[in-house]
């Protein structure tokens, strides 16, 4: 049998005026809903993310299952504007 291969997905968030804290706030809630969708039966890992500021955006990094992605962001309560499948280059 085949290798299975593990899915990543890039989650963008474009976040105007945006504080610490909020991004803070954020980071909590999606690890919370990470848990909950891990409960019902779904893989899914959060990655972390990478917030540029001068261009108000995120990109939040997840391993697992895109319902899973999808599920997360939405009980998050995360304004997504894309989630794209991405594939890891190692040096």
């Known amino acids: 049998m085949g290798e299975r291969r593990v ?3 890039l989650v963008e968030r474009y976040l105007p005026g945006t504080t610490p804290t909020e991004l803070s706030a ?3 809630r999606v690890a ?9 039966g779904l893989p899914l890992d959060y990655l972390g993310s990478t917030y ?3 261009e108000e955006t ?11 992605v999808q599920r997360a962001c939405h009980l998050a309560g ?14």
């Open 7 to 9: 899915r990543r997905y």
């Open 26 to 28: 954020a980071e909590v």
């Open 32 to 40: 919370e809903a990470v848990a909950s969708v891990r409960a019902c």
């Open 52 to 54: 540029i500021p001068d």
């Open 58 to 68: 995120s990109f939040m990094r997840f391993e697992g299952a895109l319902e899973g």
């Open 78 to 91: 995360l304004g997504v504007a894309r989630i794209v499948e991405v594939e890891e280059v190692e040096p």
